[in-house]
């Protein structure tokens, strides 16, 4: 059982850039691989990021791909998402969640187990 709280959102002006965390509790944190998603009103949550359990490997959305970057601190159960150069279009809320072990198919929400409670994110133009 893991659980993650998310902080960092905000309002920021495109262009902009902002740095999300997801605080992990429990003492399994680095057995974990963790992903970020976000669901704006009226749209499906979707996937955003994904860091592999050591850090060492990353996946990303097309629509994010050389703007977001994730990483990982398994000292400080801690994962991050830094998000540069931000969009309308990227505004939704934005949750972390963890997958027990990893799976192959890091994009898919089902491969979660755990999730935070979310952190609003707005990007005005």
């Known amino acids: 059982q893991v659980q993650l709280v998310e902080s960092g959102g905000g309002l920021v002006q495109a262009g902009g850039s902002l740095r999300l965390s997801c605080a992990a509790s429990?003492?399994?944190?680095?057995?974990?691989?963790m992903g970020w998603f976000r669901q704006a009103p009226g749209k499906e949550r979707e996937f955003v990021a994904s860091?592999?359990?050591?850090?060492?490997?990353?996946y990303y959305a097309d629509s994010v791909k050389g703007r977001f970057t994730s990483s990982r601190d398994n000292a400080k159960n801690t994962v991050y998402l830094q998000m540069n150069s931000l969009k309308p279009e990227d505004t939704a809320v934005y949750y972390c969640?963890?997958?027990?072990?990893?799976?192959?198919?890091?994009?898919?929400?089902?491969?979660?187990?755990?999730w935070g409670q979310g952190t609003q994110v707005t990007v005005s133009s």
């Open positions: 429990g003492r399994t944190f680095s057995t974990y691989a």
């Open positions: 969640a963890a997958d027990p072990g990893g799976s192959s198919r890091f994009w898919s929400i089902r491969e979660y187990d755990f």
């Open positions: 860091i592999s359990l050591n850090g060492r490997r990353t």
